[in-house]
């Protein structure tokens, strides 16, 4: 074989381990899990979860930043640096606030071994929703029959719901609120006439026990 064939078959041997040579020294996080899924419980306030990791790799490996898009999510960890063999955990706290249903919050991870692309961990949450109400409009026909009608207030199973005030914006529609075993509370309004147009807002304030009770809006118009 002739001196430069074999000097070419030699770079190119060289060439093809290069990548595992490089694989072989450097730092390289293992997660044991990227996207963690929860279900929230009915009143909880927040929702925490760890993302734990091991440092796979042959050398260590710094933790230059851990972002989240939304105010509501904080993330954090008990330190930067991890060598070889080391195993951490990210914490992250989602503040559900007023939150329901389905929530998906990303938080970006980027590390020394590879500072151009971020790691992404999801954190997706299910808040159940502990009033629902239906309908939110009621409305009746200009010079139509002022009948009684009825939206519906639906207590989660799991909730015990306490309503404090319904305050309206108008005199013009007649209200009575009554409970409902097993159901939650049925709102019946009535106009004192249908003669005239107008629009009234009902401001139902609701909320579980020891926490602070939020805003409903239910919307009536004689049309």
Not at 115 to 122: G, I
Not at 217 to 222: G, K, L, S, W
Request: charged letters at 20%; aromatic letters at 8%.
């Amino acid at each position: 074989m002739a001196f430069h064939q074999l000097r070419s078959l030699r770079t190119a041997a060289f060439l093809a381990a290069f990548p595992l040579m490089v694989a072989t020294a450097r730092g390289q996080l293992q997660w044991s899990a990227k996207t963690i899924t929860r279900q929230a419980g009915v009143g909880d306030k927040v929702v925490e979860v760890v993302y734990p990791f091991r440092n796979a790799g042959t050398v260590p490996v710094k933790i230059l930043s851990v972002n989240s898009r939304c105010g509501c999510t904080t993330a954090g960890l008990a330190k930067d640096d991890y060598a070889p063999g080391e195993s951490g955990e990210i914490k992250v706290v989602f503040d559900l606030g007023d939150r329901s249903g389905y929530q998906e919050k990303p938080i970006w991870v980027t590390t020394s071994d590879r500072p151009s692309e971020a790691v992404e961990l999801k954190l997706i949450v299910d808040i159940p929703q502990w009033l629902t109400i239906e309908p939110r409009l009621v409305c009746w026909e200009a010079g139509g029959s002022a009948e009684e009608k009825c939206v519906t207030l639906t207590v989660h199973p799991a909730a015990k719901v306490e309503i404090s005030r319904i305050q309206a914006t108008s005199d013009k529609v007649a209200h009575r609120l009554e409970t409902v075993p097993s159901l939650g509370y049925r709102l019946y309004l009535k106009p004192v006439g249908t003669a005239n147009k107008f629009k009234a807002t009902f401001l139902i304030r609701a909320g579980l026990p020891g926490q602070v009770p939020r805003t409903f809006m239910v919307f009536a118009q004689v049309r």
